[in-house]
């Protein structure tokens, strides 16, 4: 049987292969998927709210996207190692949707701000 790479290891080869050097850090950070290292981007304090959350929910599914990547391949390779992925996945999920409905109320509590307008 071959080298055996953790999934932390496949993670973070995937993060290293996906860095254009053209983009900003925000931008870096979010298509990595690295919503755990969001609060040390001075670009990312400046935002509202509103937009810190939805960035956070795009680098939650950047990361969920990751995750399923290596999924499919240790599924296919060595199902029983699988298992521990499946709760990362379910738990990054559960993330997104609290983000999602944080979003929801912030908007909700909020009618009259300039984000929650139609342009």
Do not use: C, H, W
Not at 17 to 38: A, K, M, Y
Not at 84 to 100: D, E, M, T, W
């Amino acid at each position: 049987m071959g080298e055996v790479i953790n999934f932390a290891e496949k993670l973070k080869r995937k993060k290293e292969q996906d860095t254009p050097e053209q983009q900003s850090g925000l931008d870096v950070l979010v298509n990595r998927g690295e919503f755990e290292s969001l609060n040390d981007s001075k670009e990312f304090q400046a935002l509202s709210l509103e937009g810190k959350i939805v960035i956070v929910r795009q680098a939650i599914s950047n990361r969920i996207g990751q995750v399923e990547d290596i999924f499919y391949e240790v599924v296919r390779d060595r199902p029983e190692e699988s298992i521990p992925i499946l709760g990362r996945l379910a738990f990054l999920r559960k993330l997104k949707s609290v983000a999602g409905r944080t979003l929801a109320e912030v908007n909700k509590e909020n009618p009259n701000r300039i984000e929650n307008k139609a342009a």
